[in-house]
Protein backbone atom coordinates (compact mmCIF):
# COMPACT_ATOMS: atom_id res chain seq x y z
CA UNK A 1 0.00 0.00 0.00
CA UNK A 2 1.47 3.54 -0.77
CA UNK A 3 1.89 5.40 2.31
CA UNK A 4 2.15 8.68 0.19
CA UNK A 5 -1.35 10.16 -0.54
CA UNK A 6 -1.59 12.84 -3.98
CA UNK A 7 -2.81 15.76 -2.36
CA UNK A 8 -3.95 18.68 -5.01
CA UNK A 9 -4.89 21.84 -3.61
CA UNK A 10 -8.03 23.69 -4.49
CA UNK A 11 -9.21 27.37 -4.30
CA UNK A 12 -12.84 27.50 -3.20
CA UNK A 13 -15.27 30.45 -3.03
CA UNK A 14 -18.56 30.01 -1.56
CA UNK A 15 -21.25 31.68 -2.97
CA UNK A 16 -25.02 31.80 -3.00
CA UNK A 17 -27.71 30.74 -5.71
CA UNK A 18 -30.19 33.49 -5.70
CA UNK A 19 -33.18 34.07 -7.71
CA UNK A 20 -33.21 36.38 -11.05
CA UNK A 21 -35.98 38.76 -12.33
CA UNK A 22 -37.87 35.68 -13.82
CA UNK A 23 -37.91 33.67 -10.71
CA UNK A 24 -35.01 31.50 -11.85
CA UNK A 25 -31.47 30.26 -9.41
CA UNK A 26 -28.69 32.43 -10.57
CA UNK A 27 -25.40 32.28 -9.74
CA UNK A 28 -23.06 35.47 -9.85
CA UNK A 29 -19.49 35.48 -9.93
CA UNK A 30 -16.87 38.52 -10.23
CA UNK A 31 -13.54 40.43 -9.45
CA UNK A 32 -10.26 39.55 -8.63
CA UNK A 33 -11.20 35.43 -8.53
CA UNK A 34 -12.31 35.19 -12.28
CA UNK A 35 -8.95 37.96 -13.60
CA UNK A 36 -6.98 35.33 -11.24
CA UNK A 37 -7.72 32.60 -13.63
CA UNK A 38 -7.22 33.99 -16.71
CA UNK A 39 -11.22 35.68 -17.69
CA UNK A 40 -11.45 38.93 -19.18
CA UNK A 41 -14.55 40.73 -20.23
CA UNK A 42 -15.82 39.28 -22.98
CA UNK A 43 -14.33 35.76 -22.46
CA UNK A 44 -16.00 32.90 -24.01
CA UNK A 45 -17.28 30.06 -21.17
CA UNK A 46 -18.68 26.98 -21.35
CA UNK A 47 -20.34 25.71 -18.59
CA UNK A 48 -19.84 22.14 -18.07
CA UNK A 49 -22.50 19.97 -16.36
CA UNK A 50 -19.76 16.61 -15.04
CA UNK A 51 -22.78 15.21 -12.22
CA UNK A 52 -25.72 16.08 -10.97
CA UNK A 53 -24.65 19.20 -8.53
CA UNK A 54 -21.65 19.93 -10.17
CA UNK A 55 -21.22 22.32 -12.73
CA UNK A 56 -17.38 23.22 -14.33
CA UNK A 57 -16.87 26.75 -15.92
CA UNK A 58 -13.66 26.52 -18.89
CA UNK A 59 -12.24 29.69 -20.31
CA UNK A 60 -12.93 28.85 -23.64
CA UNK A 61 -10.15 31.28 -25.01
CA UNK A 62 -7.49 29.53 -22.68
CA UNK A 63 -8.69 25.47 -23.20
CA UNK A 64 -10.51 25.91 -26.64
CA UNK A 65 -7.89 23.27 -28.17
CA UNK A 66 -7.66 21.01 -25.45
CA UNK A 67 -10.68 20.44 -25.08
CA UNK A 68 -11.23 19.79 -28.53
CA UNK A 69 -8.82 17.42 -29.09
CA UNK A 70 -9.21 15.49 -25.66
CA UNK A 71 -12.52 13.72 -23.94
CA UNK A 72 -14.86 16.59 -25.24
CA UNK A 73 -14.17 16.68 -29.01
CA UNK A 74 -18.11 14.81 -29.42
CA UNK A 75 -19.63 17.42 -27.43
CA UNK A 76 -17.92 20.64 -28.30
CA UNK A 77 -19.00 22.99 -30.84
CA UNK A 78 -17.16 26.40 -30.94
CA UNK A 79 -19.50 29.21 -32.97
CA UNK A 80 -16.88 31.85 -33.98
CA UNK A 81 -17.60 34.75 -32.14
CA UNK A 82 -19.37 37.55 -35.44
Not at 12 to 19: E, H, I
Request: glycine letters at 4%.
Amino acid sequence: MNRFLEVERVKVRLLNVRCNSEGLPSIELSGKWLVEQGFAPDSRIAVCMESHGKLTIVNLDLEAHRLLEEEYKEQVYIIPNE
